[in-house]
């Protein structure tokens, strides 16, 4: 009689993991790791101080697009109008020269994005090297 029959009923494979290599192999990396770590040097990290943050602007110069896509230069309490070809004209009007200046654009909600890039790239075509959008939560 033969050891395994012709139905398929002979030697079967076991679908076991075999634990044994495996745990052999972590204990080896774990007594490479345990020699090696005392051989590592700590490292120092240079973290940024306080003292090279930018400086705060003197003045901040608004620029408020309303619903109708008119615009308005709110500086100091005091609010002008303007449209889209004076804004650049008028905001360096109200800077004065000053390189510490902050102009934040303010639009509502309806407005065309298309409209806050324009007046975007008008002032900073002037020369207005700080420029920010406002952001507000909803409420």
Do not use: H
């Amino acid at each position: 009689m033969p050891a395994v029959s012709s139905r398929g009923r002979g030697r079967r494979t076991i679908a076991e993991i075999n634990m044994v290599p495996f745990i052999d192999v972590m204990l080896v990396l774990l007594i490479i790791f345990m020699v090696t770590a005392p051989m590592i040097t700590p490292s120092m990290v240079d973290l940024p101080s306080v003292g090279k943050a930018a400086k705060q602007p003197d003045k901040v110069v608004q620029v408020v697009i309303q619903k109708d896509e008119r615009l308005e230069l709110v500086s100091d309490g005091k609010t002008d109008s303007a449209n889209l070809t004076s804004v650049a004209a008028s905001v360096k009007g109200l800077v004065g020269g000053s390189d510490n200046t902050a102009v934040v654009i303010s639009a509502d909600r309806t407005v065309k994005y298309e409209t806050v890039v324009k007046v975007m790239d008008s002032l900073q075509r002037a020369g207005i090297a700080r420029v920010g959008l406002s952001v507000q939560l909803a409420p």
